[in-house]
């Protein structure tokens, strides 16, 4: 919070943290969700409660918690990537063929490579953001066409199907420890370690000052160009891990794969506070917007909203979250003048 | 284009003053509309001579039909974009206005031109809804027409769910589509030129239209000389919105058939048509009539390669790269060129203009 560049804060550190997560503005959608799982489980009790429910409550975000993360990071540093859709398909699509030409190849070098080839996609479109200095939303607006073509053309009306996938990486898109998918622990351990990168890392920071002035972040001497790139290649490379978790999830691939997930993913990260022009927001805020995302698509035919009008709730839960923002930061400036008026 | 001469000067307005020390052939001919309406003639022409078919009666008049929405669209978006802003929302709203006029006309039995209105209405105030929220409240519009994008496609579901609606009724149905006697012209390029005379002149012609590049460059400046930046951005989201709606309406006719998919993914399309004219994605420069050329280039290539046996997919790959490659042109190019001319060009420059801003100063040194 800005307030502690007022006035040393007077509290002992687990009240401040206390602080901390009631001002936050996280808390409002964790909020938000907790009320639509209590609503259509009160309604349905199999929403949660039974085993199927909560694996499907746990799993069916995974996909775009992956997206959502790599999404924010992007975007925290004023810059923007639509071509995830993309590259989540395209990596749906190589597991496939990785597996089809070699079966018994090893799932932890399945999940690499869509990695590596995610990796190289986000820093083609790095490359191209940071050297040419060109608005990231028209680059990857073009790389989004060029890929999705690229994949359409390779895969014409193919599909990788069930078959085309050995069981022991479908079981994994099922698979639970302890209740929990895999998928979601792979998932929550990557918002985890990305959340603690951005939070306390000095790259991490520097994503921040990047985001919130360019210009100044330049002067002080930033290693602007370096940081911004290894954000597209950290969201690329999520957005290839994800495209790896849909065909383990759904066991199949086609050319449509993914298509549409990127306004998905920027929904997400706009519902879970990280401003659009960069600077504030946090990992946290973008899991909580994808789990939200999801389960409200889930919960609604269960709360009496026929399904038909979910996409008029979600666009109405991201204008109202972004006119949210955009009130409690008014708030904010008018205490911190007031503060400094008084001081 | 009939706007290509008139605008053009006008355009060059929004330069630096060292522009001016070019002459008047050079300003007209080395810019990026001017490429672009060059890259226009050449596919145009190469497509003529090499690919079968594209000579056939019938291939402008199935590009234009087709193309009708994006260039519909395209007009109102270049003024968006030119403020710095832009509208993703504007098929959801196409495809919302389809579906009013849809269900008016067919479940409720209205006649076609009184649905119209109500749908052209409807998406004006849908339009109205943006430009309120990035005008008045202040809210990046980048951020609410992604929200309005998902909230205008949920109304367009909502409001016709599973059902296909078709089979709209009389002779209006056909009209935008019909030929303009025997020529390769639908109709429907009729209230295309009209609007895109209209939109040209407000934009290149008008104090409006300076107010809009003002803007552009910087928000705060055009609000110390005196523009009202919040209506203006207002009245341009108003305007389409509306326009979104007339070509849902004319979507919907020309197909005679509205589902809730009517229209997605076209304002990828409209902003890369843009792009590809010329106008900057940061505001502040860009030209309609290199808007035109842009969206035009796209249909050409479009059909050229169809015609050609070429999947969709070529045609995206296509559109991709020239969106990329047109942007890294548009600001790597000068930046080259800004290390270049001081030795080649500079010497004429400062003849012709002895005292003028930065450029020359730096020549003096």
């Not at chain 1, 490579?113 to 608005?135: E, Q």
């Not at chain 1, 370096?226 to 290839?240: D, I, K, Q, T």
């Not at chain 2, 052939?25 to 490429?35: F, Q």
């Not at chain 2, 709203?93 to 579906?99: F, R, V």
Request: aromatic residues 6%; glycine residues 10%; contains cysteine.
């Amino acid at each position: 919070m800005s307030t502690s560049t007022l006035a040393p804060s007077q509290e002992s550190p687990a009240t401040r943290a206390l602080h901390t997560v009631l001002r936050s503005r996280e808390l409002a959608i964790v909020i938000v969700l907790g009320l639509i799982i209590v609503l259509a489980t009160a309604r349905r009790s199999s929403f949660v409660l039974s085993a199927d429910g909560w694996r499907d409550t746990l799993l069916a975000p995974s996909i775009l918690l992956l997206l959502a993360v790599g999404q924010m990071v992007v975007v925290v540093t004023r810059n923007v990537d639509l071509s995830v859709g993309s590259t989540l398909g395209i990596t749906a699509y190589v597991t496939g063929k990785i597996f089809v030409a070699n079966p018994d190849i090893s799932v932890v070098v399945v999940f690499l490579a869509g990695l590596a080839v995610g990796a190289v996609i986000g820093a083609i479109n790095g490359v191209l953001v940071t050297l040419f200095k060109v608005p990231a939303l028209v680059i990857t607006l073009g790389t989004m066409y060029v890929l999705r073509g690229a994949l359409t053309h390779e895969v014409g009306s193919d599909r990788m199907n069930a078959q085309d996938y050995p069981a022991h990486f479908e079981r994994l898109g099922t698979q639970q420890v302890l209740t929990i998918p895999v998928l979601t622990i792979i998932a929550l351990v990557v918002v985890a370690a990305v959340g603690y990168y951005l939070h306390t890392a000095r790259g991490g920071r520097e994503l921040y000052a990047i985001g919130s002035d360019p210009d100044a972040a330049d002067l002080y001497g930033l290693p602007a160009g370096r940081r911004v790139l290894g954000a597209f290649v950290l969201c690329g490379a999520l957005a290839g891990l994800a495209g790896v978790f849909s065909a383990a999830r759904y066991a199949t691939a086609f050319s449509g794969t993914g298509s549409g997930i990127e306004l998905q993913a920027v929904a997400a990260v706009v519902i879970g506070g990280v401003a659009i022009f960069g600077g504030s927001g946090t990992v946290w805020g973008a899991a909580i917007g994808a789990f939200l995302l999801v389960t409200i698509n889930r919960a609604l035919p269960i709360l009496g909203i026929s399904e038909f009008w979910q996409g008029a709730v979600v666009g109405a839960l991201i204008i109202g979250s972004i006119v949210l923002d955009r009130v409690l930061s008014i708030r904010r400036t008018h205490q911190l003048v007031e503060a400094r008026d008084h001081a | 284009m009939s706007t290509a001469t008139p605008v053009a000067p006008a355009s060059a307005e929004t330069r630096t003053y060292p522009a001016y020390s070019r002459s008047v052939l050079a300003r007209l001919l080395l810019n990026r509309e001017a490429a672009v309406i060059a890259a226009l003639v050449v596919v145009f022409l190469y497509a003529l001579g090499n690919v079968q078919y594209f000579d056939g009666p019938l291939t402008i008049y199935n590009l234009l039909k087709e193309y009708a929405p994006i260039l519909l669209m395209a007009l109102p978006m270049t003024l968006i974009i030119v403020t710095g802003e832009i509208d993703l929302s504007v098929a959801s709203t196409l495809g919302a206005s389809a579906a009013v006029t849809g269900v008016l006309v067919v479940d409720h039995d209205l006649s076609v031109p009184s649905a119209a209105v109500v749908a052209i209405v409807v998406g004006a105030l849908l339009g109205a809804l943006n430009g309120f929220f990035v005008a008045y409240v202040g809210l990046p519009s980048l951020a609410v027409t992604i929200g309005s994008l998902a909230l205008y496609r949920g109304l367009a579901e909502g409001l016709i769910q599973d059902k296909r609606i078709s089979g709209f009724p009389g002779a209006l149905r056909t009209w935008p589509t019909e030929r303009i006697g025997d020529t390769q012209y639908p109709n429907i390029i009729i209230p295309i030129i009209v609007l895109a005379v209209l939109f040209g002149l407000l934009l290149h012609f008008t104090s409006f239209g300076r107010s809009v590049f003002e803007i552009g460059l910087s928000d705060e400046a055009a609000h110390f000389s005196g523009v009202n930046v919040a209506r203006t951005k207002l009245i341009l989201f108003t305007l389409s919105g509306a326009v979104a709606a007339l070509a849902g309406v004319y979507v919907a006719l020309k197909s005679n058939s509205v589902a809730t998919d009517t229209g997605t993914g076209f304002e990828l399309k409209v902003i890369a048509g843009v792009l590809l004219g010329g106008v900057s994605i940061f505001g502040g420069r860009g030209a309609l009539h290199g808007v035109i050329a842009g969206v035009l280039l796209i249909a050409v290539l479009n059909s050229a390669l169809q015609l050609d046996g070429q999947g969709s997919e070529v045609i995206q790959i296509i559109i991709g790269l020239l969106l990329v490659g047109s942007v890294i042109a548009s600001n790597f190019l000068p930046r080259i060129r800004a290390l270049l001319p001081r030795r080649a060009v500079a010497p004429e420059v400062t003849s012709k203009t002895p005292v003028n801003g930065d450029h020359t100063r730096k020549v003096a040194q």
